[in-house]
T-cell receptor, first 110, second 106 residues
């Protein structure tokens, strides 16, 4: 049974539109993360959260907002989607020494 | 500069050969984790090894914390091992390398 789920699994958005990516965990972990991965590259941290109702900026937060309304849910919001935000987005939680990843959301901005 | 550097960037093996993947990092790490990313994109944690040597199945990871390096050894490679291997470190933040793309030919 998947402990970290993401929705949608893929999305096509138009430039300038609003996009919300959702992440849900059943691990009961405090830390949750949003990463993006561009083709042929590793993962880069966008935002993270260590407690509900609080978020922190990662390494590449510009153009993204995050929301952590509860322990289980963590959303990534693109208010004005741009072409450069086409990527695969991964949500993860941190439990002890290990991170647990969701299946990813493939976002294409046209 | 990049916090985590992996080498080689790509590797092609014949089935049955062994693979040695390297991860070098520029800051102290309290956590170090190796991941496998399938051609389909999903990420799977292989080993968490901040120091010392750990084994699981055909995988062996050795991390020398003082030298800021870790290796992942894959013995008797199989075609199903093909994919990307990512190294990630964490101290106050988490950093990923760009990965090693492994292709195992039958």
């Amino acid at each position: 049974e998947a402990a970290v789920t993401q929705s949608p699994r893929s999305k096509v958005a138009v430039t300038g539109g609003k996009v919300t990516l959702s992440c849900h965990q059943t691990n009961n972990h405090d830390y949750m993360y949003w990463y993006r991965q561009d083709t042929g590259h590793g993962l880069r941290l966008i935002h993270y959260s260590y407690v509900a109702d609080s978020t922190e900026k990662g390494d590449i937060p510009d153009g993204y907002k995050a929301s952590r309304p509860s322990q289980e849910n963590f959303s990534l919001i693109l208010e004005l989607a741009s072409l450069s935000q086409t990527a695969v987005y991964f949500c993860a939680t941190l439990g002890g020494p290990e991170q647990y990843f969701g299946p990813g959301t493939r976002l294409t901005v046209l | 500069g990049q916090q985590v550097q992996q080498s080689p960037a790509s590797l092609v093996l014949q089935e049955g050969e062994n693979a040695e993947l390297q991860c070098n990092f520029s800051s102290t790490a309290t956590q170090l984790q190796w991941f496998y990313q399938s051609p389909g994109g999903s990420l799977v944690s292989l080993l968490s090894n901040p120091s010392g040597t750990k084994h699981t199945g055909r995988l062996t990871s050795t991390t020398v914390t003082k030298e800021r390096r870790s290796s992942l050894h894959i013995s008797s490679s199989q075609t199903t091992d093909s994919g990307t291997y990512l190294c990630a470190i964490a101290n106050n933040r988490i950093f990923f390398g760009d990965g090693t793309q492994l292709v195992v030919k039958p």
